[in-house]
């Protein structure tokens, strides 16, 4: 609901790129700095909340994936995880949506994907993970980040691995039988590649440890940045992008 109202450190100045749907904290820009987009592309947050509603759409009973309607540009999914420990986001909507459900934590894949994360952190006082290799990144300065992690861990039963290559600090997720693949290799299909944009080779070569992690599970769905596939279509159009980037 709109008329939720908002907590006295909520931040208000803010921008959202319709082209790529980063958010800009603070004064606007002339170009987005993620996509180069001119300002003539940028919304305000709030009216950014009266134009895209995050529609959450079931995957299994546990995950839910958050994406705008109407589509916010090349907007990225996030992902809603019923955990055992409460409930919790793998990366961050790009809209601010007051009627969403609340969430006790936001856990990132990338420095690329942080959206709206500082205003849904002032609204649920909930805490922002990210990998402190990504961290470090200039982008990441203006964006409250209240847990940088160095390795692998395990939240509650939600399960996170270290992998590095597209960015210094990219994570993938288990959850049961799902998989959080996030933009390591897109698009879903015998098109999929390894991601270009990052180094190539540093990503070539991480991409063995998420083979050798996922070898040892029996996994049943992806969730990709913008896309749910079945496990086994995924595994098949990842080892061809393998070889293709080999």
Known sequence: ???????????????????????MIGEMPDVCPFCGARHDKFKTWDETEQAYTVTPKPVTDRVT???????????????????????????????????????????????????????????????????????????????????TF??????SDLEAFHIGGHSPGWTLYILDDVLFACDYAFPPGDRMRLNPHGPKDATRERASRIVEIIDSRELKTVCGYNYVVDFADWRNDFDGALKRAA
């Open 1 to 23: 609901m709109l008329d939720r109202p908002l907590p006295m450190n909520f931040p208000t100045q803010q921008w959202v790129c319709l082209t790529c749907g980063y958010n």
């Open 65 to 147: 994936q958050l994406m705008s309607e109407p589509r916010l540009g090349i907007e990225h999914a996030a992902y809603r995880i019923e955990g055992n420990g409460g409930a919790v986001w793998i990366d961050c909507p790009s809209a601010f949506n007051r009627s969403l459900q609340p969430v006790d934590h936001i856990f990132f894949t990338h420095k690329d994907f942080l959206g709206a994360s500082n205003q849904y952190r002032a609204l649920w006082d909930c805490k922002v993970h990210l990998h402190e290799a990504d961290a470090a990144n200039p982008l990441v300065a203006a964006f409250p980040i209240d847990d």
């Open 150 to 155: 160095a390795s692998d861990f395990t939240h």
